[in-house]
């Protein structure tokens, strides 16, 4: 039987050379030569004027937080549809997240709703564009500067989408990549912090060097380093740079066919999902998607276990996504809901499927997948 993995690790050719230049070098600390250039790509890519390499999503997630000055009390909206680092980072702040509510066709954050969940302790809003379908930036940047709310784009999975012509990335006062290798561009662990505002560079700089002014230091533009501030270490080492440059130098490549795989599958399974009441992702007029992941929505969450059984036992790794942060464990404690609720969140997260999509799927691992899904009929128990 054909085995199709959900996620494999995708290989350029470039990454393994790019690591042994490294290590022949000597250069394996932090912000050498390959952070340098990696970090250009990513600047580049997301349309910003600085970005620092992290140690991943979550780190640059919270060098975010920090970077925002949050005291205990203060609040931040997003979704309650996302990974934990999204709502994590905020509340090691001592923050309280306010989840709200996602649209019914984009699964973002619903703008519609966010204006009145805001109060006198909300401080900025975070917006993850899921699957790297924008959210609805211009509504979200015109509520965020009536009320004075920095905007955080949690954009791992937005890398190459772009929202009216502007890439993701480009919107909020920062925003945030993963390089997780389950991710389009990948190092195993990774991610970095976009910078949109450029007064915030110098401090993030200090943030993720121990609280050190180390980077200016390197610069010459001071003759000692010295703690400065608060701080980690969010900085990868060249090694894990390396690989990521030969990944970044890829990514037309990557996402050309990673392009492939979501097309065939949005084209060939539109009349299957369409007789079966299965709905496929809506990407809105003036976003471009990056073909980071391929979900459906079936018709109710006895059919999804049923899809995920059917696919299951013909080999197909086909998974659910995110459960709701608003009911974990850690949300109920540390967050809250605002007013409305997070009903569709609660209602997506159980009928969703995502399938395989990782760079290297053969034509017949595709054809595999699909032959699959058309081949599900609800079995009596999901009838
Ligand atoms: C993957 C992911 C993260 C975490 O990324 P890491 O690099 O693994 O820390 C955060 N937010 C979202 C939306 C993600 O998909």
């Known amino acids: 039987m054909t085995e199709v993995p959900f996620n494999r690790a995708y290989l ?59 005291r205990p009390g203060d609040e931040v909206i997003m979704p309650s549809f996302t990974f934990t680092s999204t709502a994590n ?3 090691l702040r001592g923050a309280t997240p306010v989840f709200v509510d996602i649209r019914p066709d984009t699964l973002n954050l619903d703008e519609r709703l966010t204006e009145a ?6 401080r900025a809003v975070v917006v993850v564009h ?34 009216h012509g502007r890439p993701l990335g480009s919107f909020g006062a ?7 290798v389950t991710k389009n561009v990948q190092c195993g662990e990774g991610g970095a912090l976009v910078i949109g505002d450029d007064r915030l560079t110098e401090r993030a700089e200090i943030i993720r060097e121990k609280g050190t002014d ?20 969010y900085l990868p080492s060249e090694l894990l740079a390396a690989y990521l440059l030969g990944q970044l130098e890829s990514f ?29 992702p809506t990407v809105p007029a003036g976003c471009v998607q ?22 299951s036992e013909r080999g197909v790794r086909a998974v659910h996504h995110y459960q709701p942060l608003h009911n974990a464990p850690a949300g109920l404690r540390h967050a809250r809901v605002a007013p409305g609720g997070c009903s569709v969140t609660e209602e997506v997260a159980d009928v969703l499927v995502r399938l395989p999509l990782f760079a290297g799927m053969a034509a017949e691992e595709v054809d595999h997948v699909v032959d699959s899904v058309l081949a599900y009929a609800p079995s009596r128990v999901a009838l």
């Not at 795989?261 to 399974?269: C, E, I, P, T």
């Not at 990056?290 to 059917?310: E, I, K, M, S, W």
């Open 174 to 180: 920062m925003a945030t990549q993963s390089f997780h």
């Open 117 to 122: 969940a805001i109060t006198s302790r909300t």
């Open 214 to 233: 180390r980077a200016r230091f390197f610069r010459g533009q001071v003759d000692k380093y010295c703690w400065r501030d608060l701080g980690s270490s």
């Open 130 to 163: 899921y699957a790297g379908v924008a959210c609805e930036m211009a509504t979200i940047m015109a509520i965020a500067s009536r009320h004075r709310l920095s905007v955080i784009e949690d954009n791992a999975h937005g890398l190459g989408g772009s929202y």
């Open 89 to 91: 980072a905020f509340v």
């Open 290 to 311: 990056p073909a980071h992941l391929y979900y459906l929505l079936l018709p109710n969450p006895v059919q999804r276990d049923d899809f995920l059984r059917h696919l």
């Open 252 to 280: 037309e490549r990557i996402q050309e066919k990673r392009g492939q795989v979501w097309s065939a599958y949005d084209q060939r399974l539109a009349v299957w999902a369409c007789e079966r009441g299965v709905r496929r």
């Open 12 to 70: 350029t050719g470039a990454e393994l050379d790019y690591v042994g230049q490294a290590v022949d070098s000597g250069i394996i600390g932090g912000d050498g030569p390959f952070t340098k250039k990696a970090t250009a790509l990513v600047a580049g890519l997301t349309g910003a004027t600085s970005a620092l390499l992290t140690t991943s999503c979550t780190h640059a997630l919270e060098l975010s937080a920090l970077l925002l000055d949050l």
